[in-house]
């Protein structure tokens, strides 16, 4: 990708989603920025306002239909959600091809009707939103999930989107860490469930698209998702580490050599300290 169209992108992913995930923290406005990122990286012919006007009549859809029930208490608006989007308008969890960056974009998520735990959490979100009931994204390791916060109880109460907008307590949610990291018992924290902010949440779905596109080889790709989260996070080491490889590859050892200083600096401790310590010596020796 040249520099030119690299810079363009980035300016635009600036203008319609940094500013307003740094400054304002507005989780309320994850499916607007998710439908930006699909359009930056890789729909640029997306009409995001159309688009998300359709999760939108989605919401006011469900909101008709239960407005003769008001008021329901938190667990039975969820029951609400989950019967429309899952029983209903028959989303679902896509286990059979879950890598697939096409899992990622919420406009795709919406076509197919399935997603990822991230992508499923955002939609989800929008029409809880729509219903005028406030829930919080939850960078939970490995799953993510979403939380309504009751009051004067903090840990509030945890749904699942990925698995049909499942309650998890926390016997649940201890089940669903080991599932994810077997044999190596993590303690359930309080930390693992605290509502994220809408940067962590786009930095986290830049970072599975990422993956992706890297397993594919599809490095202009790679490039352009590690670029948009630097701009959200100036200094997030693995990105400061890729930019440094990406450097390398485009045979500009100066500045890759710059960005993986910078990564040791922020990232002392890194596991892959020894081999980026190793790359960086190779750079300075054939100076």
């Keep these: 990708?040249?520099?030119?169209?690299?810079?363009?992108?980035?300016?635009?992913?600036?203008?319609?989603?940094?500013?307003?995930?740094?400054?304002?923290?507005?989780?309320?406005?994850?499916?607007?920025?998710?439908?930006?990122?699909?359009?930056?990286?890789?729909y640029p012919e997306l009409d995001v306002s159309s688009t998300l006007e359709t999760i939108d009549t989605m919401g006011e859809e469900l909101r008709q239909s239960i407005k003769k029930f008001m008021p329901?208490?938190?667990?039975?608006?969820?029951?609400?959600?989950?019967?429309?989007?899952?029983?209903?308008?028959?989303?679902?969890?896509?286990i059979q091809d879950y890598y697939n960056p096409l899992n990622s974009y919420l406009n795709i998520v919406l076509q197919h009707k399935s997603g990822i735990p991230i992508s499923l959490s955002i939609l989800y979100m929008r029409i809880a939103y729509c219903l005028n009931f406030k829930l919080y994204p939850v960078n939970?390791?490995?799953?993510?999930?979403?939380?309504?916060?009751?009051?004067?109880?903090?840990?509030?109460?945890?749904?699942?989107?990925?698995?049909?907008?499942?309650?998890?307590?926390?016997?649940?949610?201890?089940?669903?860490?080991?599932?994810l990291y077997p044999h190596q018992n993590i303690p359930l924290t309080h930390a693992f469930i605290e509502e994220t902010t809408a940067a962590q949440v786009m930095v986290r779905l830049l970072n599975n698209l990422k993956e992706s596109y890297y397993e594919a080889e599809d490095l202009d790709k790679v490039e352009i998702a590690n670029e948009m989260i630097i701009a959200i996070d100036h200094y997030n080491p693995d990105a400061i580490r890729d930019k440094g490889m990406i450097l390398l590859k485009g045979q500009k050892p100066l500045k890759a050599l710059e960005m993986l200083n910078l990564?040791?600096?922020?990232?002392?401790?890194?596991?892959?300290?020894?081999?980026v310590l190793d790359i960086i010596k190779q750079i300075r020796a054939s100076k």
């Design 140 to 179: 939970f390791p490995g799953h993510f999930l979403v939380k309504h916060i009751l009051d004067n109880d903090k840990s509030g109460i945890i749904i699942d989107p990925f698995n049909s907008g499942r309650i998890m307590d926390d016997y649940a949610l201890k089940a669903l860490l080991d599932q």
């Design 72 to 94: 329901l208490r938190p667990t039975q608006i969820i029951e609400k959600i989950n019967e429309y989007l899952f029983r209903d308008k028959e989303f679902k969890s896509n």
């Design 263 to 275: 990564y040791l600096e922020l990232d002392p401790e890194a596991e892959d300290a020894d081999t």
């Design 1 to 42: 990708m040249s520099f030119n169209n690299l810079q363009c992108l980035i300016e635009d992913w600036k203008v319609n989603v940094v500013n307003s995930v740094v400054s304002s923290n507005d989780v309320d406005g994850l499916a607007r920025y998710a439908l930006h990122l699909s359009r930056i990286l890789a």
